[in-house]
């Protein structure tokens, strides 16, 4: 091999026997990208080398340039360096042009865009310096460029002195560079410049408009951006684009709803970013039905098959709660689209690809189905798809809710595996995580490992204390994180509230509810008046809870009723809860609850009669109670079970388990408490119904599928009964087993036959 010391590149000598068709014509005037694949494509299957790249075919090109001498003309010179340039080599290109003699303003032109391109903002600025102190005058291409990457620095004062320079050299200003400089003000936030120099500009085009419009958009001020948006003289489809998106993004969705069916009433052009922009504004607003007319216009127009596009699409139909139809689209990706190098986190503009795997995963959590949304996070990283921080933040919450701690766990070491440091956002829903699925252990490690924890965090570690019944920790952690000079906000009175509500606290309770209004200027929602009326009514104050309802104007909330009629059957007030079940079928009749609270009241007190209407009356008007369900997770897989459930494989040994455990249990002064069976049947029936609860399915699957020394736990879609609750107790006390389950409210840890909740729950 000969070595070409100004190329600083190797040549294979079997190069210039067998490569003949490229002649020296063709590498110093108009070599084509065909011709670079025809060369590429003789190299690999000639030579031992079996890849080329463009980097190397370019360097080629450049040494037989220079051993030919056609080199030393500027105008060929200035087409390898574009080459270089444009395969990405700024090293190489870099190399090359300190070896053109006779730069001109293209040599230096070219060498800025190139580091422009990658963002190397730096190296422009100090290109244009040695462009001046060498006495060559940028063009307006570069200064285009250097003004480009001023805003992308945010370096006003530069590019307010390079502007002053321009003005007094009496450099000529055309309008692309007059819309360099006005976008460069707009992005380094100098409106005042801005509007000055569109005031004065002698030419204006519609990007100097679409860029004001743009800028008024980010300043808030709509009423002016829309103004200036009907007074343009023309309007492309860049200028409907930027008018759409920047309403919809402050909040004017029906205002930009009402002008995208002005531009497709009128004709007016739509692009691959119309599209997209229209179907994230179907997401906001849930017009399901707009949003398959828009599907329908895109795979008219071809634009189905765009990456943003798509990943629009299905966005759309996940927000709208369509998750097959999303899951079809997102099954029709390009097969270049199915994984890529390297599994990792990105931190950075995620490709339309991952957004589509983000969106399927966030569409399957924020419609409940969290076992779509496993299986679609652990095939993402199977198929080594980069993973954003929107869907570690959207899985993290599906573990969360699902209650599924150990995959939780593996999640958790993923993000460790793959080196990204933790922030507070991302530990806040790790915290929240492992709270919400009964390591509260875990939870305090992360919070006690974050430097800095803002708000959001200390909230998370306040609402994990209330969930699992540790109130005066919750409290003791809302006074350290005011000590330490952090506001609280409304998440984190909801977390204390509950936290009170959850212990029993009334003095406190109602002290912190006067303190957000009073100190804070926090005006309560519905989650607080909720709070507030558990409060009292978990403590019997079954008349301050009317009495608060009436004061504070709130008799119009659903969830405060349905509050109130669960304290009026956690403490057997049938005729009080007949009145407040009335209320509240009145602002929910197709909702199951005040039904199956009044209908349990009534059976409770042996009222079948009633209790039959109501049921009656549930099934006149098609509303279904929703079923209890327990579920387990073991060995990353989760048992579900449902009350009598016959269809586990190993149901003959959990009834069997069951049945002798009951018995066990009677020995040591269980008893079945028949009352809550809510069917007029004998003693004995009621207790064999009682017997088969789901959660004590789940209890003994756990029993006879674990070791003595590991704890259980088990999640619920509703309250724990009374009955299940002893009966938890019970057998942590015969099994000197640690016994851990969440309902819908609240955790629940038996241990020595006693429970953190202190039967207060």
Known sequence: MRRCCLSSCFIPTRLSKRAHFLTLDCLTTNTTKFEFRRFQSFWYHSSPVHYLTAESAVGIHHAKAVKSGSFQHLNVANHFLNLSVKSQDLNYAHKLFNEISDRDVRTWTILMSGYARIGVSTMVLDLLREMRIEGVHPNQFSLSIVFKCCSSTSDLRMGMGIHGWILRSGINLDVVLDNSILDFYVKCGSFDHAKTLFSVMVERDTVSWNIMVGAYMHLGDMEKSLAMFNSMPSKDVASWNTILDGLMRNGYERTALELLYEMANNGHELNKVTFSIAL????????????????????????????????????????CGKMEKAS????????????????????????????????????????????????????????????DRFTITSIVSACADAGILELGRQIHAYIQKV?????????????????????????????????????????????????????????????QM????????????????????????????????RLMKEVYGIKPGVEHFTCMVDLYGRAGHLDKVEAFIHENAISD?????????????????????????????????????????????????????????????????????????SWIQLKNQVHTFVMGDRSHPQETDIYSFLDELTGRLKEIGYSSNVNLVMQDVEEEQREVLLGYHSEKLALVYGIISTTSEMPIQIMKNLRICIDCHSFVKYTSQLLHREIIVRDMHRFHHFKSGHCTCGDYW
């Open 557 to 629: 909330l659903s969830g405060v009723w349905r509050s109130f009629l669960s304290s009026c059957t956690l403490h057997k007030n049938i005729e009080m809860g007949k009145w407040v079940s009335e209320k509240l079928l009145q602002l929910e009749p197709l909702e199951a609850g005040p039904y199956v609270l009044l209908s349990n009241m009534c059976s409770t007190n042996d009222r079948w009669v009633e209790a039959a209407n109501v049921r009656s009356l549930m099934r006149r008007r098609m509303v279904k109670k929703v079923p209890g369900q």
């Open 419 to 479: 080196g990204y440091t933790l922030d507070v956002y991302l530990s806040s829903s790790l915290v929240y995580m492992y709270a919400k699925c009964g390591s509260l252990d875990d939870a305090w490690k992360i919070f006690k490992q974050t430097v800095h924890p803002n708000v959001v965090l200390w909230t998370a570690m306040i609402t994990g204390s209330a969930l699992h019944g540790q109130g005066r920790k919750a409290i003791w952690l809302f006074e």
């Open 328 to 387: 079809v689209i997102f099954r029709k990706r390009p097969l270049d689209c199915v994984g890529t190098q390297n599994s990792k986190i990105t931190f950075g503009e995620p490709t339309a690809e991952i957004v589509s795997w983000s969106s399927m995963v966030s569409g399957y959590v924020q419609n409940g189905e969290f076992k779509d949304a496993l299986k679609m996070f652990i095939s993402m990283v199977h198929e080594q798809v980069e993973v």
């Open 280 to 319: 994230v504004l179907v997401s906001s607003l849930s017009i399901m039905e707009l949003g398959r007319q828009i599907h329908g216009r895109a795979l008219k127009f071809g634009f189905e098959k765009d990456g943003f596009v798509r990943t629009s699409l299905i966005d759309m139909y996940c927000k």
């Open 482 to 513: 005011v000590h330490e000079g952090i506001k609280p906000n409304e998440v984190t009175f909801v977390g204390v509230l509950t936290a009170c509500s959850h212990a029993g606290l009334l003095e406190e309770g109602s002290k912190y509810f």
